[in-house]
Nanobody, 125 residues
């Protein structure tokens, strides 16, 4: 079984930065998709980015493209998302998710099997 734990959330001002971590245990993340999702109050869960761990290639949705960047640390079996130029509309609970797969990754929540517990990100002045 694969377990995921997110960390790094908090309160930041608009324009600030935050880095979220997704630490995996139980299995290595080789040949997985890793997705980042968020859910704002009163809104549906939104996929924002994903990575194919076999080669580190990543995809970003329009809402975060150019501001967010995923990375990986194979030695730590962890994945990160660096979030820059944060906006109030970025506020929400952020989740990482994983599924064994290959090919180009997708930010479709139903495709993912393993989920973390979420970490709160609040962007406010």
């Amino acid at each position: 079984q694969l377990q995921l734990v997110e960390s790094g959330g908090g309160l930041v001002q608009p324009g600030g930065s935050l880095r979220l971590s997704c630490a995996a245990s139980g299995q290595t993340l080789g040949y997985h998709w890793i997705g980042w999702f968020r859910q704002a109050p009163g809104k549906e869960r939104e996929g924002i980015s994903c990575m194919r761990t076999s080669d580190g290639s990543a995809y970003y949705t329009e809402s975060v493209k150019g501001r967010f960047s995923m990375s990986r640390d194979n030695a730590k079996n962890a994945v990160y998302v660096q979030m820059n130029s944060l906006k109030p509309e970025d506020t929400g609970v952020y989740y990482c998710a994983a599924v064994p797969s290959f090919g180009a990754c997708l930010t479709t929540a139903s495709r993912y099997l393993y989920w973390g517990q979420g970490t709160q990100v609040t962007v406010s002045s």
